[in-house]
């Protein structure tokens, strides 16, 4: 892509004319820059290549203490550094570097008339001088402003600070609220510690790094990305086929299973387990548990002891769990449904047609149908098939973390259901699409972010 074309997608004369026309509000896009918009975070490494007196680390782990915020900070070692702008230039080629999608995705968001701006607790030269290697132009830019004296020395001045606050040089949060009347939906992307404020009110986050599991820690709507070649896709995605797990995700059944397999232990002779002991392993496979918890020679006799024993309370003992009906007869006009399962398939098929959604299913796959327990590939690859969905269509629901290395496998995404059996923050360092506090919030999700016209960079 040329320098020119970067240019005329990142004007904003021709939005402000469209704005002043009386044109529908639209959508606004913050971009974090450290960690975001440029891959590397330059301000810790500027701070430390441009300082020399010690006293400078003193401020910072007050910083990482919690007891003091980045204004503070910026204004205590500012009369401690030194540079001139040919090394301040020189460093910011050497060290920053752009996202080579960043430009790119600058032209899709004008060709769907989405306006970005650069919202940064960093510092404005450093942004634009990296922008100007690249011929990128046009934007705004909230930042601290970073002042290079003719003598070396260096004054920082934080404008966009909270005065009620006063913690970070910018503030961003503030910045969302500044622009909140302008627009009908604020989108914040970014990595760290200094977007969390704003991610508590903005749409949605597109979310990179440590910020991920801050929003899934919290219940902040957000989808993780890798970068900026993600964004437009996951922003404007068309989802046609939704796969569920069974256990933990509709259905509550832990009751029955752990009564089946202490049954099973007792019969056997072995210490019975506690609930929570065998909570964390019920999304493997029967045989895969019997493998890990009998001996060899008792492994056949288990299974036939589990199954015989929870054939005879599964039904009365296993309900739908709150929400998951709602979400399902949401759903059930919107996109393909079906259940991929370690359960046992014909325990899966019989539950749902008991508990009154096996119509909705187009395909219900479970253990033992032919194909590999997860977290092999071989389930979903079936289910793909079979609703004729591609893998970009397709996500899969589920509440452990071999429901998103199985899906992962499969080339596909996971949106992972928070419970009883796994934290938020567990399942989002396991790199979930989404995390979701209860399966309600589902068919929202599943629904783009942004409808466009262009979807792809």
């Given at each position: 892509m040329s320098n020119q074309s970067v240019k005329a997608a990142t004007s904003n004369s021709d939005l402000l004319s469209s704005r002043e026309a009386g044109e529908a509000k639209r959508t606004l896009i913050l971009c974090d820059f450290d960690g975001t918009v440029s891959k590397k975070d330059t301000v810790n490494k500027l701070i430390r290549n441009h300082i020399s007196d010690p006293h400078w680390r003193y401020y910072v782990k007050r910083y990482l203490r919690g007891e003091i915020g980045s204004r503070e900070v910026y204004k205590a070692i500012a009369p401690l550094m030194r540079m001139t702008r040919l090394e301040f230039d020189k460093f910011v080629l050497e060290h920053a570097e752009l996202d080579p999608f960043f430009p790119r995705f600058l032209v899709w968001a004008r060709e769907n008339n989405i306006?970005?701006?650069?919202?940064?607790?960093?510092?404005?030269?450093?942004?634009?001088?990296?922008?100007?290697?690249?011929?990128?132009?046009?934007?705004?830019?909230?930042?601290?402003?970073?002042?290079?004296?003719?003598?070396?020395?260096?004054?920082?001045?934080?404008?966009?600070?909270?005065?009620?606050?006063?913690?970070?040089?910018?503030?961003?949060?503030?910045?969302?609220?500044?622009?909140?009347?302008?627009?009908?939906?604020?989108?914040?992307?970014?990595?760290?510690?200094?977007?969390?404020?704003?991610?508590?009110?903005?749409?949605?986050?597109?979310?990179?790094?440590?910020?991920?599991?801050?929003?899934?820690?919290?219940?902040?709507?957000?989808?993780?990305?890798?970068?900026?070649?993600?964004?437009?896709?996951?922003?404007?995605?068309?989802?046609?086929?939704?796969?569920?797990?069974?256990?933990?995700?509709?259905?509550?059944?832990?009751?029955?299973?752990?009564?089946?397999?202490?049954?099973?232990?007792?019969?056997?002779?072995?210490?019975?387990?506690?609930?929570?002991?065998?909570?964390?392993?019920?999304?493997?496979?029967?045989?895969?548990?019997?493998?890990?918890?009998?001996?060899?020679?008792?492994?056949?006799?288990?299974?036939?002891?589990?199954?015989?024993?929870?054939?005879?309370?599964?039904?009365?003992?296993?309900?739908m769990l709150p929400g998951a009906m709602e979400a399902l007869l949401k759903l059930n006009a919107s996109v393909s449904q079906g259940i991929v399962s370690n359960k046992r398939g014909r325990y899966a098929r019989i539950l749902a047609e008991h508990l009154g959604f096996a119509h909705k299913m187009v395909k219900i796959i479970g253990a033992e149908d032919g194909f590999k327990a997860k977290p092999s590939a071989d389930m979903f690859h079936e289910f793909i098939r079979h609703v004729g969905s591609r893998k970009e269509h397709t996500v899969y629901v589920g509440d452990a973390p071999i429901d998103i290395e199985g899906a992962s496998a499969a080339g596909i995404d996971a949106y992972a259901i928070a419970g009883e059996f796994f934290t938020a923050e567990e399942l989002a360092l396991h790199k979930p699409r989404r995390v979701l506090s209860n399966i309600g919030e589902l068919p929202q999700a599943l629904e783009p972010v942004i409808t466009t016209h262009v979807q792809k960079i």
């Open positions: 306006d970005v701006k650069i919202v940064s607790d960093g510092f404005d030269e450093t942004i634009k001088k990296l922008f100007d290697s690249h011929g990128v132009t046009g934007l705004d830019i909230i930042s601290n402003t970073l002042l290079i004296e003719q003598d070396g020395r260096i004054e920082i001045r934080s404008e966009h600070s909270n005065p009620a606050c006063g913690i970070c040089g910018t503030c961003k949060l503030n910045t969302l609220r500044n622009f909140r009347s302008q627009y009908d939906k604020i989108v914040l992307i970014g990595d760290g510690e200094s977007d969390r404020h704003a991610a508590t009110e903005a749409d949605m986050v597109l979310a990179l790094g440590d910020l991920f599991l801050f929003c899934a820690r919290n219940g902040i709507p957000a989808i993780r990305i890798d970068g900026f070649h993600e964004a437009p896709a996951m922003l404007t995605r068309d989802i046609r086929a939704v796969a569920f797990d069974l256990d933990g995700t509709l259905i509550d059944s832990i009751e029955a299973i752990v009564e089946a397999f202490n049954y099973m232990f007792s019969e056997l002779g072995y210490p019975s387990m506690t609930l929570q002991e065998i909570l964390r392993r019920t999304s493997i496979s029967l045989i895969d548990f019997v493998k890990s918890h009998l001996k060899p020679e008792h492994g056949e006799l288990g299974i036939k002891v589990f199954r015989d024993y929870y054939d005879t309370i599964y039904l009365e003992r296993t309900t």
